[in-house]
Each structure stands twice: as C-alpha cells, then as structure tokens.
C-alpha cells in the first residue's frame, strides 16, 4: 500500500526556515519521482519541487530556486525551506509518480500534479509576522 505522510508545517516568521518531510511506504522509491507541491486558498495546486529518486536529478519551480532545496534520505523526502515570505503560505503535499524500470529516461521538468498518481495528506506552512 503506498503511503505518503507529510509533517514539518507550522507558522513561521517571514525570513524564516522550514523542513518539511515525506515519509513514504509500500513502494519502491527508486523508481518514482517524488514531488513537493502546494496549494494556497482560492489557487490551483502548483508544483513546487521534484526529485527522480533514481540518480537525485531535482528541478524547482521559479518561486523556489534558490531558497528551497528538496533531498532524500532513504525513505524520506525533505523540503527544506529558507528565506520564507508570506507568500509561500499554503497546505504542502508530497506526491508520488511511478517512472518504472527506464525510470533514467523520463523526464521531470514537465510534469504537472495530474501526473502523480499518489498523494499525502498535506501539512500547513504559514509565514507571518
């Protein structure tokens, strides 16, 4: 059974940090990409992270280069997250894609939410003062 449980949210003062983590179960990580999204009220659900387990590739999205960094250690995934604005407030998911045995050969940079087929429960990250 494939599980994903985010934690780590919380309130935080702009400028901040955060880590948050997936903890995932009942599948093989190596051949999946794991994807750090978000979803704001009143917004569509974006990406804002993804990392193909296989050899570490990651791409971020514009509003999270340079200030988040996503990482994995065994079966967790980690967002950590710097220099946070109150923009960057949101319920975060963690998301699974399975890429298969060729999973070298799938691309990750142009994948949208739709494309991952498993997700955790979300936890709130709100930045404030």
């Given at each position: 059974?494939?599980?994903?449980?985010?934690s780590g949210g919380g309130?935080?003062?702009p400028g901040g940090s955060l880590r948050l983590s997936c903890a995932?179960?009942?599948?093989a990580l190596d051949t999946s990409a794991i994807g750090w999204f978000r979803q704001a009220p009143g917004k569509?659900?974006?990406?804002?992270?993804?990392?193909r387990i296989g050899d570490g590739s990651t791409v971020y999205a514009?509003?999270?280069e340079g200030r988040f960094t996503i990482s994995r250690d065994k079966n967790t995934v980690y967002l950590q997250m710097n220099s946070l604005k109150p923009e960057d407030t949101a319920v975060y998911?963690?998301?699974?894609?399975?890429?298969g045995t060729n999973w070298y050969r799938v691309p990750i940079r142009s994948l949208s939410p739709t494309d991952f087929g498993s997700w955790g429960q979300?936890?709130?990250v709100t930045v404030s003062s």
């Amino acid at each position: 059974q494939v599980k994903l449980v985010e934690s780590g949210g919380g309130l935080v003062q702009p400028g901040g940090s955060l880590r948050l983590s997936c903890a995932a179960s009942g599948f093989a990580l190596d051949t999946s990409a794991i994807g750090w999204f978000r979803q704001a009220p009143g917004k569509e659900r974006e990406g804002v992270s993804y990392m193909r387990i296989g050899d570490g590739s990651t791409v971020y999205a514009d509003s999270a280069e340079g200030r988040f960094t996503i990482s994995r250690d065994k079966n967790t995934v980690y967002l950590q997250m710097n220099s946070l604005k109150p923009e960057d407030t949101a319920v975060y998911y963690c998301a699974r894609r399975f890429l298969g045995t060729n999973w070298y050969r799938v691309p990750i940079r142009s994948l949208s939410p739709t494309d991952f087929g498993s997700w955790g429960q979300g936890t709130q990250v709100t930045v404030s003062s």
